[in-house]
């Protein structure tokens, strides 16, 4: 609780944001431990600590195409928005270990840009299927569905910035890697 004085009289403020304060906590917590289960997860599929950490790092990517949505769509990002995010940390890594495990074995750079591409539609045309049933959401929003729009916003903007990440980003971080071979 915070209190304030201003002109000989004292606030104390309690209730709503006491509560949200306590929510900010427990997303925090939820948070690291969410991040360091999916880690661990990675870790225990690909025993490498490189690949780990590449589709680890899609994330924060993702979330600033979130954040972006929210801002062009004059949204503020509220707890649904939030709810969104974790949804989206998500299925941005899926995209990323479909990746991932597809180039993981590559030699050289020629080879890692011939299955980097033959992973080019089916990212896509999941992550455009997902865009084009939440659009409706995003774009069309009436009644009830503004409580919603948040999430799909978050989704939805992630979702593409993370498939642009998803398809260029991590075959460039990772011809790093058969450089080095």
């Known amino acids: 609780m915070k209190n304030l004085e201003q002109n000989g009289f004292q606030f104390e403020f309690k209730g709503e944001k006491e509560k949200r304060d306590d929510m900010n906590?427990?997303?925090?917590?939820?948070?690291?431990?969410?991040?360091?289960?999916?880690f661990?997860?990675?870790?225990?599929?690909?025993?490498?600590?490189?690949?780990?950490?590449?589709i680890i790092s899609v994330i924060p990517f993702s979330i600033l195409g979130a954040i972006i949505g929210h801002f062009v769509?004059?949204?503020n990002l509220t707890l649904p928005g939030l709810i969104g995010v974790f949804?989206?940390?998500?299925?941005?890594?899926?995209?990323?270990?479909?990746?991932?495990?597809?180039?993981h074995e590559t030699k050289s750079e020629n080879d890692l840009i011939e299955k980097a591409s033959q992973r080019l539609r089916p990212i896509v045309?999941?992550?455009?299927?997902?865009?084009?049933?939440?659009?409706?959401?995003?774009?069309?929003?009436?009644?009830?569905g503004k409580i919603l729009q948040p999430i799909a916003v978050s989704l939805g903007f992630g979702l593409l910035w993370g498939t642009i990440i998803n398809l260029l980003y991590i075959p460039a971080i990772y011809s790093f890697k058969t450089k080095n071979i």
């Open 25 to 38: 906590r427990d997303l925090s917590k939820a948070s690291i431990i969410a991040l360091g289960l999916i």
């Open 40 to 54: 661990l997860t990675l870790l225990f599929a690909f025993k490498n600590f490189t690949a780990t950490f590449l």
């Open 73 to 75: 769509l004059d949204l």
């Open 87 to 103: 949804g989206l940390a998500g299925v941005v890594i899926n995209d990323s270990i479909v990746m991932i495990s597809f180039i």
């Open 125 to 144: 045309l999941t992550s455009l299927t997902t865009l084009l049933g939440l659009s409706s959401l995003i774009f069309f929003v009436s009644g009830d």
